[in-house]
């Protein structure tokens, strides 16, 4: 297993932007494709976005489509999620989680997460 850790999270009012990222180590993180899930108070848990091992493929649930993008650097072990006219919905924690199978969707089919980082969108 990969060990994750995210930062980035924060308070921004709504229109804006945020940068999270998501560290990871070990030697294997490249292997793994990566996503970002997303947890609202009261709410299960949401996938938002993820990246195949090699960064050609994407998913992104249709809620951030046109607005978020993931991408990764292996070279770092690092994945983003680069967040743009956020909402006040996009409000909540933030998860990254790694994956031995990019077609995974589910919050079961991820076997690291990180610990989460707060993201807060005032109107």
């Known amino acids: 297993q990969v060990q994750l850790v995210e930062s980035g999270g924060g308070l921004v009012q709504a229109g804006g932007s945020l940068r999270l990222s998501c560290a990871g180590s070990?030697?294997?993180?490249?292997?793994?494709?990566m996503g970002w899930f997303r947890q609202a108070p009261g709410k299960e848990r949401e996938i938002v976005a993820v990246?195949?091992?090699?960064?050609?493929?994407?998913y992104y649930t249709d809620s951030v489509k046109g607005r978020f993008t993931i991408s990764r650097d292996n070279d770092k072990s690092t994945v983003y999620l680069q967040m743009n006219s956020l909402k006040p919905e996009d409000t909540a924690v933030y998860y990254c989680?790694?994956?031995?199978?990019?077609?995974?969707?589910?919050?079961?089919?991820?076997?690291?997460w990180g610990q989460g980082t707060q993201v807060t969108v005032s109107s």
């Open positions: 989680a790694a994956s031995t199978n990019y077609e995974s969707r589910s919050h079961s089919d991820f076997a690291s």
């Open positions: 070990g030697p294997t993180f490249s292997t793994y494709a």
């Open positions: 990246i195949s091992w090699g960064g050609r493929r994407t």
